[in-house]
C-alpha cells in the first residue's frame, strides 16, 4: 500500500519558517497527487495544499496562500512544505497525504502519514 513518513516539524517563533517533508516509500506515488493537511487540538483536519502527480497544479487554503508553497521531487520521492511567516494560528499536527487524484486528496480520502508537530510560539 505505501507509507508516508513526515519530518521537519518543531518549534519556531511567529515569523518563523519551517520546511516540511514527507518521503514516500513501499510504491510508487509519481503518478498520485500529494497533500498535506493540518489539525489543531479540538479542530477538524484542515487541507492546507495539494500538488498533482506533475508538480505542476497546486492548490492552497486561503490561510495560508502566499505563505506556504508544496512541492514534490519524484526522483527522490518526496513531497515538501515550505511554510513562510508561520503564525500562532498555524500550530498543528501537519499530516501528509496522498490519493489517486487531486480530488481524492481534496477529500482527505487518501493515505495518510503519522503526522509532525508544528508549534508557532507568540
Known amino acids: 500500500q505505501g507509507q508516508l513518513v513526515e519530518s521537519g516539524g518543531g518549534l519556531v517563533q511567529a515569523g518563523g519558517s519551517l520546511r516540511l517533508s514527507c518521503a514516500t516509500s513501499g510504491r510508487t506515488f509519481d503518478y498520485y497527487a500529494m497533500g498535506w493537511c493540518r489539525q489543531a487540538p479540538g479542530q477538524e483536519r484542515e487541507l492546507v495544499a495539494v500538488?498533482?502527480?506533475?508538480?505542476?497544479?497546486?492548490d492552497y487554503a486561503d490561510s495560508v496562500e502566499g505563505r506556504f508553497t508544496i512541492s514534490r521531487d519524484n526522483a527522490e520521492n518526496t513531497v515538501h512544505l515550505q511554510m513562510n511567516d508561520l503564525q500562532p494560528e498555524d500550530t498543528a499536527v501537519y499530516y501528509c497525504?496522498?490519493?489517486?487524484?487531486?480530488?481524492?486528496?481534496?477529500?482527505?480520502?487518501?493515505?495518510w502519514g503519522q503526522g509532525t508537530q508544528v508549534t508557532v510560539s507568540s
Open positions: 497525504t496522498a490519493g489517486t487524484s487531486m480530488s481524492q486528496v481534496r477529500n482527505m480520502a487518501g493515505l
Open positions: 500538488v498533482d502527480w506533475s508538480g505542476h497544479i497546486t
